[in-house]
């Protein structure tokens, strides 16, 4: 991934037929009454919440990997700026976050791009059932937004692990914190329980990266 990229794996199988019964679920429970009663509003309550995360105001170099993805597919790449930059958490909303990324993690089998593509990072779909940890976040976020959620708050983060290796997560802002989607984990977190050092992720204006660290970040690749 360039500069701070992610350091991940990729997997086969059928989640072309998998992933929709996902979001034929999501489906029913966004069909549900609106009707707010005292274990709805307990439900509400009981979501989580996440600190501020820090943003730079110095923009942040794009991973080479991720330019080129957009080069391929630049509408994947697109961000109006009329649609919303948070998204309202509600119960609903959670178990859709929650569904769609166990989904996906439970069904794209981890592969890593030298093996897969056989170069050191490239960004793209796991068609074939196999991918890293950026190709599962562009699942997850393509799902998300087939669902309805706001691209321009769905945004590709690149981080450091506990081992100190670059890593791709999906980041979901909301009007209660931004939320961490992740192949190395089931539960979505909060992103300041991740236990990773966060260091740029795409930015809600458009092609532009924003930096999350007031530190330049270490060169690794999404795969080390």
């Excluded at 093996?115 to 599962?136: A, K, L, T």
Aim: proline letters at 8%.
């Amino acid at each position: 991934m360039g500069q701070a990229s992610p350091g991940c794996t990729r997997t086969r199988s059928k989640w072309r037929h998998a992933i929709p019964v996902a979001l034929i679920a999501v489906a029913l429970i966004l069909g549900q009454g609106r009707l707010i009663t005292p274990a709805k509003a307990q439900a509400e309550a009981d979501l989580p919440r996440a600190p501020p995360l820090a943003i730079s105001s110095e923009e942040a170099e794009p991973t080479p990997a991720w330019v080129s993805f957009c080069e391929r597919l630049p509408a994947e790449c697109a961000i109006h700026v009329s649609e919303p930059e948070v998204i309202s958490l509600t119960p609903d909303l959670w178990r859709m976050l929650t569904t769609i990324n166990e989904q996906v993690n439970t069904t794209i089998k981890p592969l890593s791009d030298q093996e897969h593509w056989g170069v050191v990072d490239r960004w793209d779909y796991p068609d074939d059932g196999y991918g890293d940890c950026e190709d599962i976040q562009l699942l997850k976020r393509k799902l998300l937004i087939e669902a309805g959620l706001p691209r321009r708050a769905l945004l590709m983060t690149v981080v450091l692990d506990e081992v100190r290796a670059g890593h791709a997560v999906l980041m979901a802002r909301t009007d209660r914190g931004d939320f961490i989607l992740d192949n190395q984990r089931r539960a979505v977190l909060a992103w300041s329980d991740t236990g990773y050092a966060f260091i740029k992720r795409e930015g809600a204006e458009g092609r532009a990266w924003v930096t999350l660290s007031p530190h330049p970040a270490p060169v690794v690749t999404a795969n080390q």
